[in-house]
């Protein structure tokens, strides 16, 4: 079979400081992860997963989901997230030829992985390690994780054809911080402006929703697993105005975002000081 072979996934550690319960969150990539500190808690529809500290599972992508993660005081929820693109888990799937998956894409626990998996986990999930490896045996990396996972009970189910909002998302999700209009949506997917509403109002939703959620679940994840500070991360979703987005991630999730981390006014210090130190850097070489 000839195809195109995926990018490789960037995995991070995140990190909470308090409880929180985010709804309606997207993921445009399966995702692995593994709990560290605290307990997940996945619901989509009528299925939830509970991860307690050093359980592993896997989220599916395009279906939102209400996640709650919930630190063990005096810790912070902490957990590993390695996202790889579906293309991967299907060939690992008709490769391996035992493992079918199931018809629905839902949050599922992996069990009794061995030391080896746990091990090929921690090196797949540092960017830094498997970045070393050439993009090929990255990739049988990755797929022979796919295969523990499934082995262990976490097969990733069918996804079914994409819906025109999870087009745009994954769309806009590549630049979020670009100025996205409704017209560049309709001509990348070859139709009217006035036809790309109708069908976003046929699945409850609009333009400008799938612009903001997309590029508030990407300021979601900058802050749980960055140090960059909340002006930067506003920036990189496409807000000037911190203050600005400040109210909008506030609306989305109910949180301010400088609450989200652990340690925030630390972090912040610390972003802050990289930030300074690359423009210094910058400016010498110019």
């Given at each position: ?16 400081r ?25 619901v ?6 509970r991860?307690l ?16 993660n919930?630190?063990k005081s ?16 299907e ?8 493992i ?5 894409a ?14 090929l ?6 960017p830094?390690?498997l ?5 090929a045996?990255?990739s ?25 909002q999870?087009?745009?998302r994954?769309?806009i ?14 001509r990348?997917f ?5 036809t ?6 046929a ?8 612009l903001?959620d ?22 990189a979703?496409g807000?000037?105005?911190p ?6 991630f ?5 949180v301010?975002?400088?609450?989200v ?5 630390i972090?912040?210090r ?9 423009r210094?850097?910058i400016?010498?070489?110019?």
């Amino acid at each position: 079979m000839k195809h195109e072979a995926p990018s490789l996934p960037n995995g991070a550690f995140l990190r909470q400081r308090g409880r929180a319960c985010f709804h309606r969150l997207v993921s445009t990539m399966p995702v692995l992860v593994q709990v560290r500190s605290g307990t997940k808690v996945v619901v989509v529809r009528d299925t939830s997963l509970r991860l307690l500290a050093g359980e592993f599972g896997l989220l599916p992508d395009h279906r939102p989901m209400t996640m709650e993660n919930i630190p063990k005081s005096p810790q912070n929820y902490e957990a590993r997230v390695l996202p790889i693109p579906r293309s991967l888990f299907e060939e690992t799937y008709l490769r391996v030829g035992c493992i079918t998956p199931p018809r629905t894409a839902v949050p599922m626990k992996a069990r009794d992985l061995p030391v080896e998996a746990v091990a090929l986990f921690d090196f797949c999930s540092s960017p830094e390690r498997l970045a070393t490896l050439p993009a090929a045996v990255a990739s049988v990396r990755l797929m022979e994780l796919i295969t523990w996972f499934a082995l262990g009970g976490a097969i990733l189910g069918e996804r079914g054809d994409l819906l025109l909002q999870d087009r745009l998302r994954q769309m806009i999700e590549k630049d979020p911080a670009y100025d996205w209009t409704s017209g560049h949506a309709a001509r990348s997917f070859h139709m009217s402006e006035a036809t790309l509403r109708r069908k976003l109002a046929a699945e409850n939703t609009s333009f400008t929703e799938t612009l903001s959620d997309t590029r508030m679940t990407r300021a979601l994840a900058l802050l749980h697993t960055t140090t960059l500070p909340v002006a930067h991360v506003a920036l990189a979703v496409g807000y000037d105005s911190p203050s600005q987005f400040a109210v909008r991630f506030k609306e989305r999730f109910g949180v301010n975002p400088r609450d989200v981390r652990g340690d925030p006014d630390i972090i912040e210090r610390i972003g802050t000081e990289v930030a300074r130190i690359g423009r210094d850097e910058i400016s010498v070489e110019q």
